[in-house]
């Protein structure tokens, strides 16, 4: 049975692991973006090793939810729905573009082209998730 620090730890190995995947990076490049050596790196995403604070600070300077990455919450994404709220229409949809750019690119067409299938995909593998 496992301790409950190395539960904690794993899980945010597992959240970590997540973020690179969204960045499409190998461990040895996140590491390297974090200013890490790959084996910390390694030790840290499989749960043997915990979060210094130095590599929480690295996170929070790039913008990534430490929030996120040590508990779990999502608790910023209501301040950046607070702040999208508050933009003009023209910001509004350009943002929404580089959304639908993002969910609709797989590398096999330029950015910019979206496919509104994919798209549709991507909604319909976002909602099961929600359930």
């Known amino acids: 049975m496992k301790k409950e620090g190395e539960e904690i730890r794993l899980a945010q190995g597992n959240r970590l692991r997540q973020?690179?995947?969204?960045?499409?990076?190998?461990?040895?490049?996140?590491?390297?973006?974090?200013?890490m050596q790959t084996g910390t790196y390694q030790a840290v995403e499989s749960g043997k090793n915990n979060i210094s604070t130095k590599v929480q600070e690295?996170?929070?300077?790039?913008?990534?939810?430490?929030?996120?990455?040590?508990?779990?919450?999502?608790?910023?994404?209501?301040?950046?729905?607070?702040?999208?709220?508050?933009?003009?229409?023209?910001?509004?949809?350009?943002?929404?573009?580089?959304?639908?750019?993002?969910?609709c690119r797989d590398g096999s067409q330029p950015a910019g082209d979206v496919d509104f299938a994919k798209l549709l995909k991507a909604l319909e593998r976002i909602e099961v998730q929600k359930r």
């Not at 973020?19 to 200013?35: D, K, P, V």
């Not at 607070?82 to 943002?95: A, G, R, S, V």
């Open 58 to 103: 690295k996170l929070n300077a790039r913008d990534i939810s430490v929030e996120f990455v040590m508990y779990g919450k999502r608790g910023h994404l209501e301040a950046v729905w607070q702040e999208l709220c508050k933009c003009n229409d023209m910001d509004k949809l350009q943002i929404l573009w580089r959304l639908l750019d993002h969910f």
């Open 19 to 35: 973020i690179r995947g969204q960045y499409n990076m190998t461990q040895e490049q996140f590491a390297e973006w974090l200013g």
